[in-house]
């Protein structure tokens, strides 16, 4: 099962910040201090006054921390090498709440990557949520879509939500279950 350990944080300036698991989009100001309860992907969940908010990689140094590397392509890249990139990508989108990255816990369900006219590329996804009323939907499809965004060579991102088939715990890579203890 997951070790907790909580690390005490201090808001070094305001940051922009998303309440989980509501979705709602606040600002915690200069001073706020909190515990840091998952740092993954580039993104941090910090604890805050019995409500956990989520602060994007991007203000990573309103708490101190740097900010998550911009994904690189060498211009030799093959398709294969731009596929892996972007599976690297999406595993670097978490739910929040839960401390398993959205590749492995099965909630991308399709990604077709196109070529267009003028040589870059399109990416569709197709995904689902672990809950349709997840208060968080907006904010993955969000994630998702400017992880894949900065990709060198990436033109658009279109991401559809999906609930059929709707998402189980059978669709969690086994890593992922036996990380969760949901085996």
Known sequence: MFSQSYTP??????????????????????????????SLGGSFTIYVDGRLFRLGGDDADAIGREPP??????????????????????????????????????LVYEVDIQRNDEGNRDIRIAMTLTAPGC?????LVDDVRSRLMIIPTVESVDVALTFDPPWNQEMMSESARLDTGMF
Do not use: W
Request: with cysteine.
């Open 9 to 38: 944080v201090k808001f070094e300036r305001d940051a922009e910040v998303v309440l989980i698991p509501d979705g709602q989009v606040l600002e915690l100001p200069a001073g706020t201090t909190g515990y840091l309860t998952q």
């Open 69 to 106: 590397a911009r994904p690189e392509l060498p211009e030799n890249a093959s398709d294969e090498d731009f596929e892996a990139l972007v599976v690297h990508q999406l595993k670097t989108c978490y739910d929040p709440e839960i401390p398993i990255n959205i590749v492995d816990l099965g």
């Open 135 to 139: 208060g968080m939907g907006d904010f």
